[in-house]
């Protein structure tokens, strides 16, 4: 197995407020890695950071195995990196295939090249096993868990080799979940992506990731393999962490 | 997961349950029904047509050539105005000043044309662009520095009203003399379809760029989720300001063959804030929704057309032209309800 991404020692201020203190964290060629941790851990400055949203104060990173100072968005994405965010960046009003394809069109000069894009698309899907009836159909008309899909569908096919899933369960029902967890799984069967996933959830990480880090006050203070811990041990951890800040106040 | 979504064919032909057992006569009226909920241009079409035909009856010189002729040049300035308002609207953004660049334009060529002695055609391209820089400015204000385009253009309408008033000092001017032959004949004569004509070339035009073009779905894009957009890495601020510039550049081609059509460059063309309230009347009328991200321009230039054909027809029958304006508004307000309502059907999958 061979290391797809590497923190370390990343911090990240925001003036007085520390969201990251000393962040490290790698993720293996193929592997699921659930991030865990409670509102204000630094979940989500943790995820800017990779995907290039934000810059870290202090620390390094490595993509695939070269030091690497991520300028942007678009530059993180062309190493590879892309986010599938919770507002989907989808546009309601267009269909799936134009969705799966937005700005990055087949042209048949100087028009759409439509036929091939409904092909493409439906091809990517099906090989994907997203179940999507008819690609023709604007995305407004699909399940919350169907746009998901596709929007990490979208990702897959744009050559994502690192991809962030910000919540992908939340706000969804069990069988929409289950769309997306065997989405995921299926990622996983085919090792191309390595994905990170944050999530509340902690039966559906342990469901589908190979591995949990626990996020807290800014520090990456927990890392173990799915199969060595238990819904159990993740609970206590994050309870125990209440119930010392509550005594530390009285 | 696919029995949650009910999908619909657009030839609806064999997806719902039971179709066969159905006579031959219900299928019909149900293809009808779902190509009426599907296409947006429908509904304002047979507007058009029953007005045509309600005329007809009750004065039959409705159509006559002359008649249509009236009709045709009546809609033909609002339906390429309505064009770029449709391209503006669908991208989130609106234009007021479209009005005054109507007016301004056939000025400008007046002015390259008489007082610069530039050559006809170049005088007429002149002004374009500068009615195209105009369209970049209310673009630049609207995008850039994040002032809505509603208000950015009605301070552009007044400036340019000022300006409009200023340099003519308020009196109407000749058609140069240069063009004052095949050019106004070719673009605005007032006999003759040349100013159809070329409504109907820019309206099919723009409805392929609207549906078959890169440009149009990232207008579409762009106004139906611009964080979305934005992140798929469109550029959002050139398409905006593109539909700034295009919905200038039209009302500036209407507005100088509108002068020709009247043979007087008139300060007042078109009537200044008249133009884009038609102009957006026709656009909403033809199906295009004020939130962004759906449109239609085919459905604009029925909208100027069912506008024509109402206050033709007022004036045929015999009726002042103070309640057209009543027929207007109730026209707008029941074509938007009807528009939520359907929109709200084609969402839901039901058609």
């Excluded at chain 1, 990343?10 to 490290?24: E, H, P, Q, S």
């Excluded at chain 1, 968005?73 to 969705?99: C, F, K, M, P, W």
Aim: net charge neutral; proline share 3%; aromatic share 8%.
């Amino acid at each position: 197995m061979s290391e797809v991404l590497r923190m370390e020692h990343i911090a990240k201020k925001f003036g007085a407020l520390t969201a990251l203190r000393d962040v490290n964290l790698h993720l293996e060629q193929g592997e699921v890695l659930g991030l865990i941790g409670d509102n204000g851990a630094g979940k989500s400055t943790l995820i800017k950071i990779i995907c290039g949203y934000h810059r870290p104060d202090g620390g390094r990173l490595f993509v695939n195995g070269t030091e690497m100072s991520l300028r942007s968005v678009d530059h993180a994405r062309s190493v590879g990196i892309d986010t599938v965010y919770q507002d989907l960046a989808l546009v309601n009003e267009l269909s799936v295939y134009h969705n799966m394809f937005l700005n990055r069109e087949r042209i048949r000069w100087p028009f759409l090249n439509n036929a091939k894009m409904r092909r493409l698309a439906k091809e990517h899907l099906d090989d994907m096993g997203v179940n999507i009836p008819d690609v023709t159909v604007e995305v407004a008309k699909l399940s919350g868990g169907q746009r998901q899909a596709i929007a990490v569908a979208r990702s897959v096919y744009s050559d994502a080799t690192i991809l962030l899933l910000d919540e992908p369960l939340a706000a969804m029902g069990a069988k929409e979940g289950a769309l997306i967890l065997d989405l995921v799984h299926d990622l996983k069967r085919r090792g191309k992506v390595s994905i990170i996933i944050i999530a509340h959830n902690y039966a559906q990480v342990l469901d589908v990731c190979d591995r949990v880090n626990l996020l807290q006050h800014g520090e990456i203070t927990f890392d173990k393999a799915t199969s060595d811990t238990s819904m159990q041990e993740l609970t206590d951890l994050v309870v125990s962490e209440y119930r010392t800040a509550r005594a530390r106040r009285s | 997961m696919s029995d949650d979504v009910k999908v619909v064919e657009p030839s609806g032909s064999t997806d719902s349950t039971g179709t066969t057992a159905q006579p031959k006569t219900r299928r019909i009226l149900t293809l009808v029904r779902d190509t009426f909920l599907q296409r947006r241009e429908a509904s304002v079409l047979i507007v058009a047509l029953a007005l045509m035909a309600y005329f007809e009856y009750n004065r039959s010189i409705f159509l006559t050539q002359s008649n249509l002729l009236n009709i045709a040049q009546a809609t033909a300035p609002i339906a390429i105005v309505a064009t770029g308002i449709v391209l503006l609207l669908i991208s989130g953004e609106i234009d007021l000043s479209v009005g005054m660049t109507f007016a301004l334009a056939p000025f400008l060529m007046h002015y390259f044309a008489d007082f610069y002695s530039v050559p006809a055609i170049p005088a007429i391209l002149l002004s374009l662009i500068v009615a195209a820089g105009i369209g970049w400015l209310n673009g630049f204000i609207s995008i850039v520095l994040r002032v809505p385009s509603f208000v950015t253009t009605l301070g552009t309408f007044y400036a340019l009203q000022g300006f409009v008033l200023t340099t003519s000092h308020a009196y109407p001017a000749e058609i140069p003399k240069s063009m004052d032959g095949k050019i106004r004949e070719w673009i605005g004569p007032p006999t003759g379809w040349s100013e159809l004509i070329w409504a109907v070339a820019i309206v099919v035009f723009f409805q392929i760029v609207l549906t078959r073009t890169r440009w149009g779905l990232h207008t579409i894009s762009v106004g139906g989720n611009i964080v979305g957009a934005t992140e798929a890495g469109i550029k959002s601020r050139r398409i905006k300001i593109g539909n700034f510039m295009i919905a200038s550049v039209l009302a500036g081609f209407a507005g100088i063959a509108e002068a020709f059509r009247v043979h007087t460059i008139d300060p007042n063309l078109g009537g200044g804030a008249q133009i884009p309230f038609l102009a957006i009347s026709a656009a909403v009328i033809g199906g295009t929704a004020l939130a962004g991200g759906s449109g239609t321009v085919a459905g604009a230039f029925l909208g100027a057309l069912v506008l024509a054909e109402l206050q033709n027809g007022f004036n045929l029958i015999g009726i002042s032209a103070n309640p057209y304006f009543l027929i207007l508004g109730g026209a707008i307000l029941v074509s938007m309800i009807a528009n939520q309502y359907l929109s709200r059907l084609r969402r839901t999958g039901r058609t």
